[in-house]
């Protein structure tokens, strides 16, 4: 039976990466052994390395004056990296409250200097994106903070705010899903194990000058100076995982870049919102229609009893990844990049059917 894979993260991967990973997993460009294997000081992973970083700028036509590093630790150590870094003396660090990993981020930057919180829909259970236009960054901000998808409460950004101070963006759920203008953001961090590879590693896309703004008493390991400084390799990094970002940006060239991966997610998006809006509330998605997000789809049945029992039929169907977030319960569809139309047709024509039969 084929499976279909719909977990929010770690999440599927494209095919074609994954069956070229196999391939060269145990000879990569005829040397004998693995890529993981290898030196990261070798010739071999330079190249790489070079070409993961390369495929990034041209994808993301990211500006010369920033730099794409490779950080361990996932978006969870850039909640605290960015404050870290970032914050100055005397100087909010100022956030929008979307959803669980926003506060996470908020409750990091407390330890490190004064927070404010100018945006959130937390009273309303995080059902909706605040108006970016209503959101107004004070200037001299160290900084200000979204969080561009949410995936426990399926909602995202739309468009964004204007800031005069640097804008960071926690892009892990939505990063390459679409064209993004790069030059707004001051910084930009994901969790690889979405959209760009496995788990393990944070890509981050920094502006040259805030790379060099942390002060002197950051450990040397967690600042981003270390990093742009020495091409991600001051120590040994998450070799293989950079790697695997190097096959999924291929991927993503070869899909013919972000214009056709946003119309692809745009199309499987609006099939699956079309199955629920059309269900006669069998099923309810509780986002505002202005906030839906296209890379993770929430919904809620009648009763939990029928939501455990949907979760339950959707893997005796080859439906994997489907159980909402502990934290929230219901249902959830992480339709990534990788997650194919044929998937989407096929998670439909389940809904439908389970439907009928209760």
Known sequence: MKVYNFNAGPAMLPA???ERAQKEFCNYADSGCGIMEHSHRHKIFEAVLNRANENIREIMNVPENYDIVYIQGGASMQFAMVPMNLALPGKPMEFADT????????KEAKLFGEVKVIASSKEDKYTYIPDPASMHPSDDASFFHITSNNTIFGTQY????????????????????????????????????????????????????????????VPTILRYSTYTQNNSLYNTPPTFGIYMVSLVTDWVKDQGGLTVIEANNSKKAEMLYAAIDASEGFYRNPVKADSRSKMNVIWRLPTEELEAEFVKESVAAGMLGLKGHRSVGGIR??????????????????MEKFRKNH
């Open 99 to 106: 959803g669980t990993w926003s506060s996470k981020a908020i």
């Open 16 to 18: 074609a990466v994954m």
């Open 158 to 217: 739309q468009s964004f705010p204007e800031c005069k101070c640097p804008m960071v963006a926690d892009m892990s759920s939505d990063i390459m899903s679409r064209p993004v203008d790069v030059s707004k953001f001051g910084l930009i961090y994901a969790g690889a194990q979405k959209n760009l590879g496995p788990a393990g590693l944070a890509v981050v896309i920094i502006r040259k000058d805030l790379a060099e703004r942390n002060p002197a008493n």
């Open 333 to 350: 569809a992480s339709i990534y990049n990788a997650v194919t139309l044929e998937g989407v047709e096929k998670l439909v024509d389940f």
